[in-house]
């Protein structure tokens, strides 16, 4: 009997396919990267929620320290994996499977916690206290988190967020969780909409051939049908919204 696709079938299927499974690029990771001080071959890295670790290689090809990937697929962990060994960097890189809300990493063991389009998923607060405490006294965080940029928006945009499960805030707002949270804020800066083109050109090929592959399954039609929603929302709306990067420092008590 032939298995019914789920969402999260799906969701890997096509994210699999990708370099990266949301809006960024080499340059905006470089870029936050610019920011961060005293990083060596003894640093230590997490990227949480890394997907199948496009920005994690560009960070190992940018800093001299170890990194460790986690996210709750194993079939993104595997990918990370062969990677990093292609690149020659399988003795600094290494992807586990694990959750971003329940680490279990030893305390204060990181110089630099990194998250990129995915801190959202556990919420931008309880992300931010959550791995403070894996972090060394001075090591920084640097995350990047879908926010509001104005503080009025349109009603369909507002909804769609909304029902997607993600609270989206202000920059404003998210800099002074950051603060509550322990960290000193270094940075924050919006990702330009090639981004979003990084993410959805691909991402629109793929949903296509995942169309052809499974013809007439009304699964795979909803699925695309809300990948080809949030593309025009973002084309409609997109002065009102972003992803931002937040860099933060932690507090030495």
């Not at 603060?179 to 940075?187: C, F, L, S, W």
């Amino acid at each position: 009997m032939k298995k019914e696709l789920s969402m999260i079938d799906l969701l890997l299927e096509i994210h699999l396919g990708l370099e990266r499974e949301g809006p960024g690029s080499p340059e905006m990771t470089v870029k936050a990267l610019s920011f961060i001080d005293h990083l060596d071959k003894i640093s230590r890295v997490a990227d949480l929620g890394c997907g199948s670790g496009g920005q994690t290689m560009v960070l190992a090809q940018n800093i001299a320290g170890s990194i460790v990937g986690v996210d709750q697929f194993p079939e993104f962990i595997n990918k990370l994996n062969k990677n990093a060994q292609k690149l020659n960097l399988g003795e600094r890189v290494s992807g586990i499977v694990g959750s971003m809300e329940n680490l279990t990493f030893q305390k204060e063991e990181f110089d630099l916690i990194w998250s990129e389009g995915a801190i959202d998923g556990i919420g931008f607060e309880m992300g931010l206290n959550h791995w403070n405490g894996f972090l060394k006294k001075n090591g920084y965080v640097a995350v990047t988190c879908p926010s509001w940029f104005t503080d009025e928006r349109p009603a369909e945009i507002e909804k769609f967020w909304s029902d997607a499960g993600c609270g989206l805030d202000t920059i404003g707002h998210n800099i002074s969780i950051m603060q509550k949270a322990g960290y000193i804020p270094v940075a924050a800066f919006a990702l330009p909409e090639k981004c979003w083109d990084n993410y959805f050109i691909p991402r629109a090929a793929v949903d296509k051939a995942v169309l052809e592959k499974y013809p007439g399954d009304k699964t795979v039609e909803d699925y695309v049908e809300s990948d080809r929603y949030e593309m025009e929302l973002y084309s409609k709306y997109n002065q009102y919204y972003g992803y931002v990067f937040y860099i933060g420092k932690k507090i030495m008590i």
